[in-house]
């Protein structure tokens, strides 16, 4: 099993920016490719970014281009989300997962293990 940790959620305004970070526990062996989704209320939860474990690939939703960096820290088992220049719409909860497969998906049916998620709320 792998268990996911969020943290770095909170209230901030638009415009600002917040860093999410992910730790990983348990048989990180598993853990290869890692991404970022995120579900607002009433909303599927969305693909944000994911990453190889070599954090030399990644990928974004063109929502969050050239705004939030995906990276990661194999050897402290972490991963991040730095989000600058948030905006209203961003406003979710932000939930990282893991597979094991060394590709990056956008599609949260193949990931294997999630987080509880971390709730960010971007205000006008």
């Known amino acids: 099993q792998v268990q996911l940790v969020e943290s770095g959620g909170g209230l901030v305004q638009a415009g600002g920016s917040l860093r999410l970070s992910c730790a990983a526990s348990?048989?990180?062996?598993?853990?290869?490719?890692m991404g970022w989704f995120r579900q607002a209320p009433g909303k599927e939860r969305d693909f944000v970014a994911s990453?190889?474990?070599?954090?030399?690939?990644?990928y974004y939703a063109d929502s969050v281009k050239g705004r939030f960096t995906i990276s990661r820290d194999n050897a402290k088992n972490m991963m991040y989300l730095q989000m600058n220049s948030l905006k209203t719409e961003d406003t979710a909860v932000y939930y990282c997962?893991?597979?094991?497969?060394?590709?990056?998906?956008?599609?949260?049916?193949?990931?294997?293990?999630w987080g509880q998620g971390t709730q960010v709320t971007v205000a006008s």
């Open positions: 990453i190889r474990r070599s954090g030399g690939i990644t």
């Open positions: 997962a893991s597979r094991a497969s060394a590709v990056g998906s956008s599609n949260r049916e193949n990931y294997d293990y």
């Open positions: 348990g048989r990180t062996l598993s853990v290869n490719a």
